[in-house]
């Protein structure tokens, strides 16, 4: 499996963003989008199943940003960023069903190596 994450830029804050994941290789059952700003842990930012379960949010993402999906992508769309929405945001798959699983990252044994979003004036 491989995915390429694409999209990531410098923002004013307020402003939008959509950052796109390509995936190849086998089906995988669920995707997700996490997060690292510098000198912080990797965080959860959303997640969805393809049978449908979800989407599922990070708290400090929930009402701002949307996850979806069109065949071989899977997008994060980004609205209101603000400042400490800058990291690098890294795409994710995984073969766990149980949403339980889908908020940590040990449990997405396949990355796509990031890209960068900066939100500043």
Excluded: H
């Excluded at 004013?12 to 959509?18: E, I, M, R």
């Excluded at 510098?38 to 199943?49: C, I, L, Q, S």
């Excluded at 996850?67 to 800058?86: A, C, H, R, V, W």
């Amino acid at each position: 499996v491989q995915l390429q994450a694409s999209g990531g830029g410098l923002v004013q804050p307020g402003n939008s963003l959509v950052l796109r994941c390509a995936v190849s290789g086998r089906r995988m059952n669920a995707m997700g989008w996490f997060r690292q700003a510098p000198g912080k842990e990797r965080e959860f930012v959303a997640a969805m199943t393809m049978s449908g379960g979800g989407p599922y949010y990070g708290n400090s993402v929930n009402g701002r940003f949307t996850i979806s999906t069109d065949k071989n992508f899977f997008y994060l769309q980004m609205i209101g960023l603000k400042p400490e929405d800058t990291a690098v945001y890294y795409c994710a798959a995984t073969t766990e069903y149980n949403s339980v699983y889908l908020y940590d990252q040990k449990y997405y044994p396949y990355w796509g190596q990031g890209t960068q979003v900066t939100v500043s004036s």
